[in-house]
């Protein structure tokens, strides 16, 4: 092993990571290029992401690619961008394939063309059964927007009686989310040097350690990800109790007070 390389067999690897992909538009900006540009590398950047997480251990990736907000950018934008989810949705089935990779979407996909909603279809239908990295894209995602529409399916089966008020519960609301069929991020990482969740996952964040780098995505490579790995093993995850180091004074003063 070289002098400077990380034995990753010694981290703790968190299960599922999600990441605000963030920075496409000033990293082309930065070379004199268009922002498509950008989102292009950006997407060649996802690919060895999820060939780097899988690697390492992660189980779970999950993706802001486009929220419900960036259809206000310009239309010329928003249209390449959408051209090339679709390109990516296409190569995707090959690639997923060969990587036995599951693939989800997740967001609202009613108003997304009729052509990217088969394309959804056929690519998730295509990797259901595959058994490595779960790989989530959130595409004309908003949190907000998926705990309204999480609140209608829940009104709509109480009203027609599937679902009685009194057993309404976290579990039970977790079911109605889009990502019901995961666990919770144990790590999330947005790139660009932006520290803000952008309507991302805000429900299913309530216990994730965040990480924040200057990296703007299209530079994010697997040195990136295990320096948020290595971030993740420095935090102590306590999911509302008290540190061991803590539990263990409470417990002296206890005695000491008896």
């Known amino acids: 092993m070289a002098k400077n390389e990380i034995d990753i067999s010694k ?43 899988y690697n390492i251990g992660i189980n779970y990736l999950t993706v802001y690619a486009f929220s ?26 090959e690639r997923s394939t060969k990587n036995n990779m599951r693939v989800r979407i997740i967001g609202d996909k009613t108003d997304l063309s009729a052509e990217l909603q088969a394309k959804i279809e056929e690519l998730e239908n295509a990797t259901k059964n595959n058994t490595g990295l779960n790989f989530t894209i959130a ?51 947005r790139t660009s040097g932006e520290e803000r969740l952008s309507n991302f996952l805000l429900w299913q964040l309530a216990y994730t350690e965040f990480y924040f780098t200057d990296c703007l995505w299209p530079d994010f490579n697997k040195d990136e990800l295990i320096k ?24 002296v003063n206890k005695k000491t007070n008896e």
């Not at 009104?155 to 599937?162: G, Q």
């Open 68 to 93: 419900t907000e960036n259809w206000k950018r310009p239309q010329s934008e928003v249209d390449a961008l959408m051209k090339l989810l679709s390109n990516y949705l296409t190569d995707s089935i």
């Open 139 to 189: 595409l004309n995602y908003g949190s907000r927007d998926e705990m309204i529409r999480a609140m209608r399916k829940m009104a709509s089966d109480i009203k027609n009686d599937s679902l009685q008020e009194k057993d309404i519960s976290e579990e039970v609301f977790k079911g109605y989310l889009d990502t019901n069929e995961m666990p919770d991020p144990d790590l999330l990482i």
């Open 11 to 53: 981290l703790n690897i968190p299960n599922h990571v999600a990441i605000i992909l963030d920075g496409n538009g000033r990293w082309a900006k930065k070379r004199m290029m268009p922002r498509n540009y950008g989102h292009s590398k950006g997407a060649k950047v996802v690919e060895k992401t999820c060939e780097d997480a």
């Open 228 to 251: 948020a790995v290595l971030a993740y093993n420095n935090r102590e995850r306590r999911f509302g109790k008290i540190s061991p180091s803590n539990q263990e004074e409470h417990n």
